[in-house]
């Protein structure tokens, strides 16, 4: 027992480090980076400056991560450890001259007891969200797509994709440019998913930092606080921290950029517009989702640039030419894999016709479990969720109450107040909109729940502006309704994420395994090939063993059995429950369709089901013709032993 | 820096907003509280409210009994 616990601690040791070794490098290298830039001029308050720097340096080694993995096997550790300590080495010789307390300093205005409160309340989630990444995550998107991608790369020994059942393709969102990815997998590959996950720990720090500089350089301090308090009453906050993602690191790049491009509209300095599109090429490289953020952030130089048109229209030429260069390599990438430069939005695939035509009837898992929306939602309802989620499954989801109460005043604002002073206010709101409806109408209507942080995060700026110009007796209501709302918020929070933190930080991932994983890791041999069905198991499996998971519940077998000949399958995990789930789901949304008299969708959904059937026989015939039971488990979990195929 | 700079806001659309926000924070903070001390209660409604309001809202004809 002491010797498990000493060899634990040792191991959050290491993941601390290499987390610490990654910042110290990011750090140094985007300081030194942007010391070219301030040659021309100082124009970077400290905190800016620091804000700036780590993210600056997180999408540069990102991004030659990424392109390494092209050249060729450089996902090793005897790569990754040197480089990252010779980085890392420089970076803290940079800050050796520099008094790091200094740069850290934000001014001499005192705090008022409101603002002191929402301070508390920051740190006490980011003490929360730091505990729980120092636990190993039991996420969902983490799982099933981030870290499975980064296992999969780290296995191959350069950038690649996992092979999922039936199809042959990987997770649909692992085809996204993941520059996070490449941040995640320095430190799975020096040490376990805690230094990755303290990874994504830092870009909810970066976040809060930007919202704040922000708020503060353009605004004012007052706004800062009020914004980062009605980002705490957002709803999603207690599903980031703990379920790694990208989102968070694409708002820090889509900010960071903003930012630059309002510092390029009072000091016209080249450098900077041409930093806010390097920027902008980082938040392209971290998902699709960045090509329609694009169209926000050109809001700024088009129509709010008191220069003439040919020069406002040079300068989103060159911010997006920039932005393009940095994103190329991503493009590259796709365009020579996959003949698609924006794979695979632009490709006629099967598995994207899959989700078409499963999408349609996966919108009625309300009815059948309350987690997701219906179609059958008329939309006012549907959007009046996004502020006040009535059950669990929305505020997962969910934006704060505070943008129901502030859209009266942003739009009364908008037609009404005209000026310098609200030109900024608006121009916010107005580029919140545009990103809104930008990612609902890319994304497909219904997925607003994790893109509304880009739009969001603007508009809590804005609001706030809104809110703090207010006479103190009318301030004083809001700041009620604003605290309220970020505490019951914040409580909730801890409280559903408390399931996640009784895993003590000193503990071996090995203990998250259960019988299944167990049982294979226990037992298969090296280099073993094992069809498994589910792309949790295939996470745990040890990483000798060729897991082929699935993400979908396909009718296809012949498909299947031609992947399990060609990829010599060993192992088939074959799960009875998960059969008789999958068919008496599309029984209950059978049931569902007929109670709303969708007689056509109902009778297609039978169809589907006997498809369904007849794919379940074929497998139990195929199993019993070439293979045999190695193990039962409980869960009626049977693992067969193929016989050779060839 | 923003100034105070108010607009000029009649008295009764400001009694309006007034109620409009204690409203919108009681229902949240009233969500809230009923979804952690008894889950499950605001799905089991929504889910019965939601199912009757599929039927007279959807804009899926064949929901409605509708065009074949």
Not at chain 1, 170 to 182: A, E, F, I, K
Not at chain 1, 565 to 574: D, G, I, L, P, T
Request: charged fraction near 15%; include cysteine; hydrophobic fraction near 50%.
């Amino acid at each position: 027992m002491g010797i498990l616990l000493i060899s634990a601690a040792i191991k959050l040791l290491i993941s601390v480090t290499v987390f610490s070794l990654l910042v110290a490098a990011a750090w140094g290298l985007g300081d030194w980076i942007l010391a070219f830039i301030e040659k021309e001029a100082k124009v970077f308050s400290r905190l800016s400056r620091v804000l700036i720097s780590v993210n600056l340096g997180l999408g540069v080694i990102g991004q030659f991560v990424f392109i390494a993995g092209l050249i060729g096997d450089a996902y090793q550790p005897k790569f990754i450890w040197p480089s990252l300590i010779i980085l890392a080495f420089l970076g803290i010789m940079r800050f050796k001259i520099k008094n790091p307390v200094s740069v850290l300093e934000t001014g001499s205005q005192e705090f008022s007891k409101k603002e002191l409160f929402i301070i508390a309340l920051t740190v006490i989630s980011l003490v929360i969200w730091l505990y729980a990444a120092i636990s190993f995550t039991r996420g969902s998107d983490v799982i099933s797509h981030h870290y499975q991608h980064v296992k999969e790369c780290i296995k191959l020994g350069h950038f690649g994709h996992v092979v999922t059942l039936p199809s042959g393709y990987d997770q649909g969102s692992n085809y996204n440019p993941t520059l996070v990815h490449m941040h995640y997998l320095i430190g799975k590959i020096l040490s376990d998913d805690r230094a990755a996950n303290l990874i994504h720990w830092l870009s909810q720090v970066m976040l809060l930092m930007a919202i704040y500089v922000i708020s503060r350089d353009f605004i004012s301090r007052h706004v800062a606080v009020m914004a980062i308090a009605i980002y705490l009453g957002f709803s999603l906050l207690f599903n980031f921290p703990t379920d790694v993602n990208d989102y968070t690191a694409l708002t820090v790049f889509m900010l960071i950029s903003l930012y630059l491009i309002f510092l390029y509209n009072k000091t016209r300095v080249m450098g900077i517009l041409l930093l806010a599109g390097v920027f902008a090429g980082l938040m392209l490289s971290t998902k699709y989702y960045g090509i329609p953020l694009m169209m926000a952030l050109c809001l700024p130089l088009t129509f709010w640039n008191s220069r003439g048109i040919q020069d406002r229209l040079k300068e989103v030429f060159i911010f997006c030419t920039v932005a393009l260069i940095i994103y190329s390599p991503w493009v590259i990438y796709n365009l020579k894999e996959f003949g698609d430069p924006l794979y695979p939005s632009l490709s006629n695939i099967e598995y994207m016709k899959y989700w078409a035509a499963f999408g349609r009837e996966n919108t009625l898992f309300p009815f059948i479990a309350p987690t997701d929306h219906g179609y059958f939602w008329p939309n006012i309802f549907y959007f009046l969720s996004m502020f006040i989620p009535f059950e669990p499954g929305f505020r997962v989801s969910g934006l704060t109450p505070i943008f129901l109460i502030g859209l009266p005043a942003s739009f009364y604002y908008l037609i009404r107040m005209r000026g310098e002073q609200w030109k900024t206010v608006n121009m916010l709101f107005i580029m919140s909109l545009v990103a809104f409806i930008a990612i609902e109408v890319s994304g497909g209507p219904f997925l607003f729940y994790k893109f509304g942080i880009f739009a969001g995060v603007l508009y809590a700026i804005s609001l706030s502006s809104i809110f703090i110009s207010w006479q103190r007796d009318k301030r004083q209501w809001i700041w009620t309704a604003v605290i309220v709302v970020a505490t019951l918020n914040t409580f909730f929070a801890i409280k559903h994420i408390s399931a996640q933190l009784q895993y003590p930080p000193l503990w071996h991932q090995e203990y998250l395994w259960n019988p299944l994983e167990k049982y294979l890791n226990g037992n298969l041999e090296k280099g073993a090939v094992v069809a498994n069905h589910d792309i949790h198991t295939n996470y745990y499996l040890r990483p000798d063993i060729h897991g082929l998971p699935s993400h979908e519940t396909s009718t296809d077998w012949d498909k299947e059995e031609a992947m399990i000949r060609s990829a010599h399958v060993q192992y088939y995990v074959f799960r009875v429950n998960e059969e008789m789930g999958n068919a008496s789901y599309f029984e209950k949304m059978i049931n569902v369709l007929d109670r709303l008299s969708a007689h056509e969708r109902a009778a297609s959904t039978r169809k589907l089901l006997e498809l369904y059937g007849e794919r379940t026989r074929r497998q139990e015939l195929f199993l019993q013709k070439f293979g045999h039971v190695v193990k039962e488990l409980p869960g009626e979990i049977k693992i067969y032993r193929l016989l050779d195929q060839s | 820096m923003i100034k105070n700079d108010e607009p000029v806001i009649s008295p009764i659309t400001r009694v309006v907003y007034t109620i409009f926000i204690v409203l919108v924070v009681s229902v949240y903070s009233l969500t809230v509280f009923i979804d952690v001390y008894s889950p499950g209660v605001i799905d089991k409604r929504i889910m019965k409210w939601r199912t009757n309001a599929a039927v007279i809202f959807s804009t899926d004809p064949s929901a409605r009994g509708g065009k074949k």
